[in-house]
């Protein structure tokens, strides 16, 4: 299990957005301007920065940061702050915030007082905001940023791609900064920008060294330059379009610039989470490659502006990863720190592009050895990454389509635009292998507030459009401004077959971090699945038992209190008196949510098995295959687990082993709970192929278990063993392949038909994580997975479980 996170709320954390101003003009989009020229700042900018404030030779006393405003609207900094970084950083240093409040003036100024130093004589004009960062004379960076949680990036290049910086100023020898550093700053002499406020993203081009001329929101201060700062009155389109700021690969030419009156009309608002609004085109190129659409970030403030409004868009072009720019993620190109003139309302959108079974390429993505494509000419003809991609922020419609991954608690639901793409029997995709990760795939995110509730193998009936966006949580999806009506497909929760007397029946189930804190319906639901729809088995594999206080981290590892409910449920809902075994963990050490301790637990009947209890287990001491007699084998603890001090265990969940007896007949069960695939890169990301960093762990963990089943059959070849739990991996995967090397395994997933192989749906992709495996000893095994979550939007765990029965 790993933690979900609403496309809305994703990758921005902390970081607050950047707002956009109406200007309030009327008018109507005219020809663009076939030549650029160099323009001011379409609204606040740092226009000054002095650090010599107080020291030797200084007449002012303080330091000070000033900000100006070119746009012809007060621009609001609720919060807003300064913040400064030294020249040279390290790993640790920190970034400085001062908070903002008010607003800039239009064609006004700004002033930050910072901090006093023991010399000069001179104070400045009565400032509208005051901080205490103490900033170098010569050297360092101030940032302009919406938000008053500090900085984390050290570097040029992560500090431009962080969607809340609007403008940066780094002087002296700054490695953060914008192009090259300003020079000419010192004890008495601050950095300014020229009256216009140009900025041309190049610190050195943009300020030069002089005489410190401080000035407030009141016009007081200044170096006998009376007049403010210019407002510029010119609405005509900038000289970009929004092709030519997308361009042809993933990552803008114009990334990090500031673009001016760039035209489109609104065609999505999201106003909540990342709140912003999507722009498009109704003019488009003849370029397939180039997006005629592009997101609007303005963050925490409410978008100003409506559907069909007609807008000229002023902005930093940015390329926002969501999880990071080390998380894998593709970037979504984005204008921040916008202004928007509204030019008319009411203006019909451009024509949503259809996406049928033909429209997306059945290639995925194309292919870097292991590299980023970022920089790869896209190919939208080719694969459905770059068709996707040279469709971001553009309008898009879907007709009826079947639901392949059920409404999420965030209210996201799965959709295939391919209908005939490998489809699974109860209506959902297949995912058959690394190179075929089903390219139909599209996720809807409502903007409607439409609450779907869709199970897989429901139908969206109707038409579904809106904008197409990216996140690292899923890919591509689109916010869709209109939803088509669920039509149900009348999928209902399997039952498996009740064993016979002679048949040992073994379950595995993952329950979802289970402990006391939960509602009890939880355990019920849970108790219900294992009664009525696994038959009560004889013995069940739990994975995520959580101790008893559940995410409380205050040391308790035991999960009596965990169990006796559990066990209570599945009484009351008619099922046997279960007894249990685990081994309790050491505190925090076996990874899951943090505080939470959890175990694999087994559950069985003991009017129908028996538990073999030898002493000697606990979470430190690894369990051996001990020779009994000339031909049997026994555990030298019952319950026991696998070597704990292998640092393949490390944060994970180390394998229960049991001794059991049914009907005369010895039988070993090996419960276990594989480290998750976190840290892996996303099947859309930019990494392709992707890195699987987290495999390397599991196939250490498959290792141990396969020498210890080994270990088991070198003592008795006939020794019937079940291994089964969450592997957290395909039956395809290398850990698998080592789980069952050499034949002393088999994987019961592979007896059923191909396009029946899950137990899991991820992004849509009905896949398998949990597995039943058994010895060569354990003949016909009649096998099933009890579907009965995973494809459904109300769920009591996000796995199903798998029983076998065993003559």
């Not at 970034?95 to 700004?110: E, H, K």
């Not at 002087?171 to 020229?194: D, H, I, K």
């Not at 294992?530 to 069940?540: Q, R």
């Amino acid at each position: 299990m790993s933690a979900h996170i609403p496309l809305s709320l994703r990758g921005r954390g902390a970081k607050a957005g950047l707002i956009a101003l109406p200007l309030g003009i009327a008018g109507s989009l005219i020809a663009l301007p076939l030549t650029a020229q160099a323009a001011p700042s379409p609204d606040a900018v740092i226009s000054e920065v002095y650090g010599g404030g107080g020291n030797s030779g200084a007449s002012l006393t303080n330091d000070f940061i000033e900000l100006g405003n070119a746009g012809g609207a007060p621009f609001d900094l609720s919060g807003w702050s300064v913040q400064y970084l030294s020249g040279s950083p390290t790993a640790s240093t920190k970034w400085q915030v001062t908070p903002l409040d008010g607003a800039i003036p239009a064609g006004g100024n700004y002033l930050v007082q910072e901090a006093k130093g023991s010399a000069g004589d001179t104070a400045l004009p009565t400032p509208d905001a005051t901080g205490t960062i103490a900033m170098s004379a010569t050297s360092g960076t101030v940032a302009l940023v919406h938000s008053t949680t500090a900085l984390t990036c050290l570097t040029a290049a992560d500090c431009a791609a962080d969607g809340t910086v609007k403008d940066l100023a780094g002087f002296g020898t700054a490695v953060v900064r914008e192009g090259s550093p300003a020079t000419g700053a010192g004890n008495t002499t601050s950095v300014a920008r020229a009256a216009s406020l140009a900025d041309t993203d190049d610190n050195a081009a943009d300020f030069t060294g002089g005489t410190p001329s401080p000035r407030n929101a009141a016009g007081t201060g200044g170096s006998g330059d009376p007049s403010p700062t210019p407002s510029p009155t010119d609405t005509a389109p900038g000289p970009l379009r929004i092709h030519d700021i997308q361009g042809s690969t993933r990552i803008s030419p114009q990334s990090g610039k500031t673009v001016t009156h760039v035209p489109g009309v609104v065609t999505g608002v999201r106003s909540t989470g990342s709140k912003g609004y999507w722009i498009q085109d109704p003019e488009p190129d003849q370029n397939p490659a180039t997006s005629e659409g592009i997101f609007v970030f303005t963050g925490s403030a409410t978008p100003l502006v409506k559907v069909g409004d007609s807008v000229l868009v002023s902005g930093k072009v940015s390329e926002y990863y969501p999880g990071g720019l080390s998380g894998g993620a593709q970037s979504v190109t984005e204008l921040t720190g916008p202004t928007a003139a509204v030019l008319s309302t009411g203006n019909k959108l451009p024509a949503a592009e259809a996406v049928d079974a033909q429209t997306l390429p059945d290639a995925y993505a194309p292919q870097a050895d292991g590299g980023r494509i970022d920089s790869l000419e896209l190919k939208p003809d080719t694969y459905a990454l770059d068709w996707l991609e040279s469709r971001e922020g553009m309008l898009v419609q879907i007709g009826d389509s079947r639901v392949v991954g059920a409404s999420n608690s965030y209210n996201e639901t799965w959709i295939t635009t391919k209908p005939r793409q490998n489809p699974t029997p109860r209506g959902g995709t297949i995912y058959k292998g690394y190179d075929s990760p089903n390219s139909g795939r599209l996720l809807i995110t409502p903007l409607t507030g439409d609450k779907l509730h869709a199970n897989v193998g429901d139908t969206l009936t109707g038409s579904t459009a809106g904008p197409v966006d990216y996140s690292n949580y899923g890919g591509y999806n689109v916010q869709a401004t209109q939803v088509g009506t669920v039509t149900s497909g009348g999928l209902t929760p399997d039952v498996a077959k009740k064993g016979k007397s002679n048949e040992l029946s073994v379950a595995t189930y993952n329950v979802e971090n289970l402990d006391p804190t939960d509602p009890q319906s939880k355990f019920d639901r849970l108790a219900e699945g294992v009664v009525k729809n696994l038959a009560s088995p004889d013995i069940v594999s739990l994975e995520e038992i959580q101790d008893d206080n559940g995410p409380k981290d205050d040391g308790t590892v035991t999960a009596d209190k965990t169990m006796t409910q559990f066990i209570e449920a599945i009484k009351a809902a008619g099922g046997p008196a279960y007894d249990w075994r685990s081994v309790d963990p050491v505190n925090d050490q076996d990874g899951g949510e943090p505080g939470g301790n959890i175990r694999n637990v087994f559950l069985f009947n003991p009017k129908r098995v028996t538990f073999v209890d030898r002493p000697g287990g606990d979470s430190t001491t690894a369990v051996e295959a001990v020779r009994d007699g000339k031909k049997g084998v026994r555990l030298s603890a019952s319950p026991g687990r696998i070597n704990p001090a292998s640092g393949a265990w490390k944060s994970s969940r180390k394998p229960l082993v049991g001794e059991f007896v049914f009907r005369g007949e010895q039988i070993f069960v090996i419960g276990n709970h594989f480290n998750s695939k976190g840290g892996d890169q996303p099947v859309h990301g930019t990494i392709q192929p992707p890195v699987l960093g987290s495999e390397t762990q599991r196939v250490a963990q498959a290792t141990e278990v396969n020498t210890f089943v080994r270990d088991l059959l070198a003592k008795d070849k006939k020794a019937k063993i079940v291994v089964l739990g969450d592997m957290n991996d395909y039956q395809f995967s290398k850990p698998l392949a080592t789980l069952t090397a050499g034949g002393v395994l088999e994987d019961l997933i592979n007896t059923l038909p191909v396009n029946e192989r899950y137990s899991y749906v991820y992004d849509g992709n009905s896949q398998t994580l949990d597995h039943i495996l058994v010895s060569p000893a354990v003949k016909k095994p009649d096998y099933e997975v009890v579907r009965i979550n995973a494809e459904f939007s109300d769920q009591s765990s996000d796995h199903d479980p798998q029983v076998v029965r065993i003559k």
